[in-house]
């Protein structure tokens, strides 16, 4: 161990060794070096409050708590100082000439040792103690990053008030020795020669947004040349009962830049399984994540109200990534890097706790305000969704999902699967749902009618995700997830009619069945590989005919979204059904029997297919497909003004 007493001391070989790699390449990015010296002279300040507050009389009384920093270009100096607590000659040998030795760490635990004192405020926490950055001991070395030659000028507030320097390049020796004429009244100054490379820390705008990045939320006030730049509270840290709305409101502005107040704030302090203070808001605007703000999502890492990485994604999941703010944890040491941090078990840990309490403020929300949450949804509902990957709280997931319906009176209202269940008829077991992009082209859905004639809602799935979200979901309550274009021919042959259905019309003759047996197969010829098979329907009401997968395929949603991206755009080869009960089909019927061969019969074959793919979301040659209407325009208006002799 190095004596005090002498004037130069040589660092030890293994903190030669150590040093060269803090000031190398422990921190990637150089500016942290005054994020660690504020923090150390906010630590000492801390200390200095806490033995105040302890009744201890400190030297200099009415100097002010705070953080002077000043610049000095001519002799390229940086100056950091606190009239904090202090160190005396051994304390500046021990902490500044020993790597790994926290004074901070010490102190804590000498705190720990010491029994609260009585009185008023007896049994009340040790405020001061929690916001204690350092208790690691090597902080103070980044300095090296950008020094050549350092000065530490300290006098204790308490005991001996005799100042001393302790001098080094880093390299190493450091030497400690009674100050000169300058040495602060108390407190610590120091002095950073900046290296040549180092020169833009000689800049005040430089040195201001490093301070405003990394440290504009210590608990004192930190002046450059004068001026205060931090002024914002650590609101996060601040008891609930006691902050404003409008406090949430600014602090929200000021992290987010958005002009709009936040949807809502989610201010969490928890101590266990993981001591952390959280500040979360949901903003009451869209974000692309799908896009332009693909990456710009996670929560700000601080700890005891420094920052630690803006972003940071470990600490929520993608799907609550509309969530900003804040999280602060004692429990993090600051000098951590990127890569041990991507390891950590306690982010982990804080990621089940924000998840487990956003789910419980979107569940409050969506029983207590479903006005709120409806709007919210309309926001953010889009990432959310993808919630559906999240296990273990998938039917909590579920249970927040919000969709448009077929017992909506409006396009825009939403309802829940649990408040489908409570509609549903007894013996219902399964979600129906119907892809397409819109209302309107849901309701003309043919798959969709049966649905309506038995009152049996139907879930509209606007976006192309949502079926995967189904898929992906299987079940929620024992109930599963089934498209209406998947449902099999007796589906719902157990439920009543409730809507008025269109009156049936005379069932065929056998004689009339087995000749539309051979129509079909006429229709079938006509369309060639366009369709592999034409039959009859059993899941039509009022629509001539449909498009349907063969057995237990994708719906017809999911095989667009797979052609988009095999930038395929033909139609996939379906199932014509037709329904031998609508006037069109009886009226083919009926000339077929009188000639298998009329020529209309190929035109309206193809009309009906045409009208299907259209309906089914296909309009792959519009050309042909005009000229195919054309066609029978012309033919059926050549017949009617023959049949009315016109
Ligand atoms: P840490 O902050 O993790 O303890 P540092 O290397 O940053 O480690 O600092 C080492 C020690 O030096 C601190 O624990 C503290 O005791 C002492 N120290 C550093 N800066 C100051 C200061 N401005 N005033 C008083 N003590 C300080
Ligand atoms: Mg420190």
Same mark, same amino acid.
């Given at each position: 161990m190095t004596q005090a007493k002498e004037k130069t001391h040589e660092f030890r070989a293994e903190v030669r060794k150590v040093l060269? !790699?803090?000031t190398h390449s422990l921190y990637t990015n150089r500016e942290? @070096?005054?994020?660690?010296?504020?923090? *150390? $002279? =906010? +630590?000492?300040? +801390?200390? #200095?409050? @806490?033995? !105040?507050?302890?009744?201890?009389?400190p030297l200099a009384p009415d100097m002010p708590l705070e953080i002077r920093i000043s610049i000095d270009k001519d002799k390229k100096l940086l100056t950091i100082a606190d009239a904090g607590i202090g160190m005396n000659e051994g304390e500046l040998a021990e902490n500044l000439g020993t790597i790994a030795k926290s004074g901070s760490e010490e102190f804590l635990a000498q705190l720990n040792s010491v029994t609260p004192p009585r009185g008023e405020d007896a049994g009340e926490e040790r405020p001061d103690a929690a916001n204690i950055v350092g208790r690691f001991g090597i902080g @103070?070395?980044?300095i090296f990053m950008v020094a050549e030659k350092v000065e530490v000028v300290s006098r204790p507030a308490f005991g001996e008030a005799v100042a001393h320097i302790w001098t080094s390049d880093g390299l190493g020796a450091y030497s400690v020795e009674p100050a000169g004429d300058g040495a602060p009244e108390r407190g610590t100054v120091v002095k950073a020669y900046l290296k040549e490379n180092a020169a833009e820390f000689l800049e005040k705008f430089r040195v201001e947004s490093v301070i405003r990045n990394h440290s504009a939320f210590m608990p004192f006030p930190i002046l450059l040349d004068g001026s205060r730049v931090n002024s914002e509270p650590a609101l996060w840290l601040e008891p609930k009962f006691s902050i404003k709305k409008e406090q949430y409101d600014t602090f929200y502005k000021t992290l987010t830049y958005d002009a709009k107040e936040p949807l809502d704030a989610l201010h969490l302090s928890v101590d266990a399984p993981v001591q952390f203070n959280a500040l979360l808001f949901i903003p009451d605007g869209a974000q692309d994540f799908f896009g332009a703000d693909r990456d710009f999502w996670g929560i700000d890492l601080y700890t005891r109200r420094v920052l630690i990485q803006r972003r940071n994604k470990d600490l929520i999941p993608e799907y609550l990534a509309f969530f900003k703010g804040v999280a602060d944890t004692e429990d993090l040491p600051l000098n951590i890097s990127r890569e041990t &941090?991507?390891? *950590?078990?306690?982010?982990?840990?804080? *990621?089940?706790?924000?998840?487990?309490? $956003?789910?419980?403020?979107?569940?409050? %929300?969506?029983r207590d305000n479903p006005e709120k949450y409806s709007r919210f949804w309309r926001l953010h509902g889009k990432i959310f969704k993808l919630g559906y990957h999240d296990f273990p709280n998938r039917e909590r997931v579920s249970a927040l999902l919000r969709f448009n319906s077929s017992s909506l009176d409006e396009s825009d209202a939403l309802t829940g699967l649990d408040d489908y269940m409570t509609r549903a008829p007894e013996g219902q077991k399964t979600f129906w749902y119907v892809s397409a992009p819109n209302r309107e082209a849901a309701r003309l859905n043919p798959h969709t009618e049966r649905f309506r004639s038995k009152g049996i809602e139907v879930l509209y799935l606007y976006e192309p995700v949502d079926e995967f979200v189904m898929e992906g979901l299987g079940k929620y309550k024992e109930w599963d997830f089934k498209s209406v274009e998947n449902a099999p021919d007796d589906a719902l042959s157990t439920f009543e009619d409730k809507n008025e259905v269109s009156p049936k019309s005379v069932p065929l003759s056998e004689e009339e069945q087995n000749e539309c047996a051979k129509l079909l197969d006429r229709m079938k010829d006509i369309l060639g590989d366009k369709v592999r098979e034409v039959r009859v329907s059993h899941r039509l009401e009022n629509s001539p005919s449909v498009l349907v997968s063969p057995d237990g395929s994708m719906t017809s949603s999911m095989e667009?979204? &797979?052609?988009v991206m095999q930038k395929d755009d033909s139609p996939s080869i379906k199932i014509l059904e037709v329904n031998? *009960?609508?006037?069109? #089909?009886?009226?083919?019927?009926? !000339? @077929?029997?009188?000639?298998?061969?009329? =020529? &209309?019969?190929? &035109?309206? %074959?193809r009309g009906l297919f +045409?009208?299907? #793919?259209l309906l089914d979301g296909f309009i792959s040659e519009p050309q042909a497909l005009a000229l195919r209407m054309n066609g029978l325009l012309t033919e059926t208006a050549a017949l009617y003004a023959e049949v009315r002799k016109l």
């Open positions: 060269n !790699i803090l942290i @070096f005054l994020r660690e010296l504020i923090s *150390n $002279a =906010s +630590d000492a300040l +801390d200390k #200095l409050r @806490f033995r !105040i507050s302890r009744g201890e009389k @103070f070395y980044s &941090l991507q390891e *950590n078990v306690l982010l982990r840990k804080i *990621n089940q706790v924000v998840v487990k309490q $956003a789910l419980n403020h979107l569940e409050k %929300t969506a667009k979204l &797979l052609k031998q *009960n609508h006037p069109l #089909l009886r009226a083919m019927l009926k !000339i @077929f029997r009188a000639d298998p061969q009329d =020529s &209309l019969l190929v &035109l309206m %074959t +045409d009208a299907s #793919l």
